[in-house]
């Protein structure tokens, strides 16, 4: 039996992929109820933040995967959103902690609206990718 490396990539993708769409919908759900005052900014800041880089890297390692398989359509379709991540988190303010979301930023009407739109993208965007993956790994257990 013939171990199928780009098979193999679609399918850790796959599972990856489900995760970042998880942390996208719990992203949004989390800048929703800040937005109607329902939890304390220091609290949500402080649950969102761990999450930045295992969200990060489960991405980085998913194109890993892809450039080691020589997968190069599904790797550059995933590169302008690793360079946002990597620019965004250049970007951040400066903390004590690793993550993206200060407490005493959060707040502010236009830093609110950018971050929750930013995860509806990223939700449309994994979405997207967990079709196109799951047609990847199917046309590559058939090739």
Not at 24 to 50: G, M, V, W
């Amino acid at each position: 039996m013939v171990f199928n490396i780009a098979a193999f990539s679609y399918i850790v993708a796959l599972i990856c992929d489900a995760v970042l769409i998880f942390f996208s919908i719990l992203h949004i759900i989390a800048f929703d109820e800040l937005r109607t005052e329902y939890k304390d900014p220091i609290e949500q800041c402080n649950s969102l933040n761990p999450l930045v880089l295992p969200e990060y890297g489960l991405h980085l390692f998913i194109n890993f995967l892809f450039l080691i398989s020589n997968e190069w359509i599904s790797l550059l379709l995933n590169v302008p959103l690793i360079a946002y991540h990597i620019n965004r988190y250049r970007n951040r303010p400066v903390m004590s902690r690793p993550g993206l979301y200060d407490p005493t930023n959060i707040l502010d009407a236009t830093s609110l609206t950018k971050c929750q739109r930013e995860g509806w993208v990223k939700l449309a965007f994994y979405l997207m990718s967990f079709f196109y993956y799951l047609y990847g790994m199917i046309s590559s257990l058939i090739h």
